[in-house]
């Protein structure tokens, strides 16, 4: 059985290893850390570095000494490094343990790997960020995401966190999240979970209490007018207690690749500037705490009529 263990914990290091060098010839990894991690006998990848899975519009790389530098799909995002979007600019960020972060526009994160731990940290320091979390296989193995207020901690779920003044939104679309909050010379709060369809206001004072999530949207209709520059407009059934609505547009399923955005007041949404093609469109709505709801997906063929599909 020994002989077997063995084994096994060599091949789950070499493969690692070989991976790791072919990302290396290619000058994508500055800096030598040990391709694996050892948990109790389950060997795990590294989280980090993070590669640029997808980027649409205008981005930036922040390495540790701060400088900026223009953002390119394939770079990778290393520990204490860090991404900055536009105000019209999509990433999604792919880490080494499968886990995705999507950062929508006005949005800068930086990365950190805890220590101990290797647990792997998204810092958010502008805007938002949408998460992706694969299942974690340990107790001790957990992806974080650490906001002004608190630390989220979480082993596999979907799920949205913004920072807003004085105080982080979550949102827990699927799965479970773990919120603590540690106050200066105060040891950390117990934590207090979080589940699916769940949100909660979190602020450095007061109860933590999580609240229901407004349903999500319903599309009843669309329309494209003519033109040099079409506009394709989403009608949405009225939702009680929206105070605004969000759609996103995407040319994948699972929403790595966004192209488009728009937030209304109105059930009513609208794009300019698309080519012609099969969509994956995404519609949420805010409560009245500033809270996003659960989204709901639509598959559409967008075909305006002064273009030609591709």
């Not at 999507?102 to 950190?112: G, T």
């Not at 394709?232 to 929206?242: E, M």
């Not at 699972?254 to 500037?273: L, V």
């Amino acid at each position: 059985m020994s002989t077997m263990i063995l084994s096994s914990n060599r091949l789950c290091r070499a493969l690692p290893s070989l991976l790791i060098m072919a990302v290396g010839s290619a000058g994508a990894v500055g800096k030598t850390r040990t391709p694996y991690i050892d948990d109790h006998m389950l060997c795990r990848p590294q989280p980090l570095p993070a590669v640029v899975q997808h980027l649409t519009g205008e981005a930036w790389k922040i390495d540790t000494k701060g400088q900026a530098s223009l953002l390119l799909e394939g770079m990778t995002i290393d520990e204490q490094e860090g991404v900055k979007t536009s105000a019209s600019a999509f990433v999604s960020l792919l880490l080494g343990d499968g886990s995705r972060v999507v950062l929508p526009a006005s949005s800068q994160v930086r990365l950190h790997l805890e220590r101990k731990l290797s647990i792997p940290q998204v810092v958010l320091e502008q805007g938002q960020a949408e998460a992706y979390v694969i299942k974690r296989t340990s107790d001790h193995d957990r992806f974080q995401i650490v906001t002004p207020v608190g630390v989220l901690g979480v082993r596999g779920t979907h799920f949205r966190v913004r920072n807003d003044a004085e105080q982080s939104l979550l949102e827990v679309l699927d799965g479970q999240v773990a919120v603590s909050r540690e106050a200066k010379n105060q040891p950390m709060e117990q934590e207090v979970k979080i589940g699916a369809r769940q949100g909660l206001l979190f602020r450095k004072q007061g109860d933590l209490k999580p609240v229901e999530l407004l349903a999500a949207p319903k599309l009843v209709g669309q329309d494209g007018q003519k033109g040099d520059a079409p506009v394709w407009s989403l009608y949405l059934r009225p939702l009680p207690g929206a105070q605004r609505y969000r759609a996103q547009v995407a040319t994948d399923k699972a929403f790595m690749d966004i192209k488009q955005e728009n937030f209304s007041s109105a059930p009513k949404m609208s794009f300019t500037g698309l080519k012609a093609s099969f969509y994956h469109v995404r519609l949420s709505a805010y409560d009245e705490n500033g809270l996003e709801g659960e989204t709901g997906v639509y598959d559409i063929f967008y075909y305006p009529p002064t273009t030609q599909a591709h």
